[in-house]
């Protein structure tokens, strides 16, 4: 049977959460985690305002990036289940796990020390309650960010996994190796690892079969990931992923939205996580702010140019 070329599907390009109260998200991402503020932004979607926070590495590199959709003032809540990301890990350098667990608690962040997949984790909660991991990883090579506080040498590098609870795994198995051009490289109890692309940190997909799991909620409510995006290099290869799930009969694979600084289609899995394949602009985030400034004034969406400072004012401005 046909597969999409293991080519199309590079590695993560970022991840999407939906946090609590942004300021306090604003925070824990870039004093606790010490991510870069590359972007502040608004959700394209709907209505009503919500801000879209961007974290990564000094330039905001693909598989650098944490985004999330701080939700607290629309009262909507999260319900964790299945169908969701139910965890995602981030990767920092081995010597470096001994540093983070004392820095998170230190500033009251309970930490848990595991072992998955054969690799060391540090477990811990973002303040809204989603599910963090830092990952161990020897051989990163992409670029921290270097201006932050948290030594260079130390420094997270970007996504490494997300882990997607499913009911049972063999619709997803034949998403991820047939739709998505993945590889399944291992399994550890009720866990399953695929990779894409060239394989390491920032191209695993991991998912842990809880059969007896109720389904999770899929809308904008405060407390879990909403979607993981992955990069394609072009729109090209965009076209060819979007074709190649329609044939498989995943007709509800979405057009190209225009994210401002990417464009994105979406498509439901089988599993119920929301998977994006994203081509960035080639401009990224400098097409509206200088290199010096990334992430500093609030950058608004299409939907809202009109009502700028009327909407910062009422979504809080965000104190550095
Ligand atoms: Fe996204």
Redesign the pocket.
């Known amino acids: 049977m046909a597969a999409l070329p293991g080519s199309a599907l590079s590695r993560h390009h ?1 991840i ?1 959460l939906c946090t609590g109260d942004a300021q306090e998200d604003y925070t824990f991402h870039t004093k606790v985690l010490g991510l870069k503020s590359v972007k502040k932004t608004l959700l394209y979607d709907g209505q009503v305002p919500i801000y879209h926070l961007y974290y990564g590495n000094d330039m905001g590199e693909e598989s650098s990036l944490v ?1 999330t959709f701080p939700v607290k003032h629309t009262g909507a809540k999260a319900r964790r289940g299945s169908g969701q990301i139910t965890y995602f890990s981030l990767s920092a350098p081995q010597s470096s796990l001994k540093f983070w667990k004392e820095r998170l608690q230190q500033r009251g962040i309970a930490v848990q020390e595991t072992e998955r997949l054969g690799e060391r984790c540090l477990d811990f909660k973002h303040p809204c309650g989603i599910d963090y991991s830092i990952v161990g990883v020897a051989d990163d090579t992409r670029a921290p960010h270097s201006q932050g506080p948290v030594p260079r040498d130390l420094m997270i590098r970007g996504t490494h996994s997300i882990c997607v609870s499913c009911r049972e795994l063999e619709p997803m198995d034949e998403f991820m190796q047939r739709g998505w051009g993945g590889r399944r490289i291992a399994d550890d109890r009720n866990y399953v690892r695929y990779a894409l692309g060239r394989g390491g940190s920032g191209t695993y997909v991991d998912f842990v079969v809880e059969p007896n799991l109720a389904a999770g909620s899929w809308t904008l409510g405060e407390g879990a990931v909403h ?1 993981m ?1 992955f990069q394609v290099p072009d729109h090209r290869a965009q076209d060819a992923v979007k074709g190649f799930l329609e044939g498989m009969g995943f007709t509800d694979t979405s057009d190209v939205k225009d ?1 401002g600084y990417f464009d ?1 289609i979406y498509v439901r899995t089988p599993s119920g996580a929301l998977f ?1 394949a ?1 081509v960035s602009h080639q401009d990224g985030f400098l097409c509206d702010e200088a290199a010096d400034r990334l992430g500093q004034e609030v950058m608004v969406s299409p939907q809202f140019k009109d009502s700028r400072e009327a909407l910062v004012a009422q979504l809080g401005v965000l104190r550095n």
Do not use: G
Request: proline fraction near 0%.
């Open positions: 970022h999407t985004t979607h995006a994210r994105s994006e994203t």
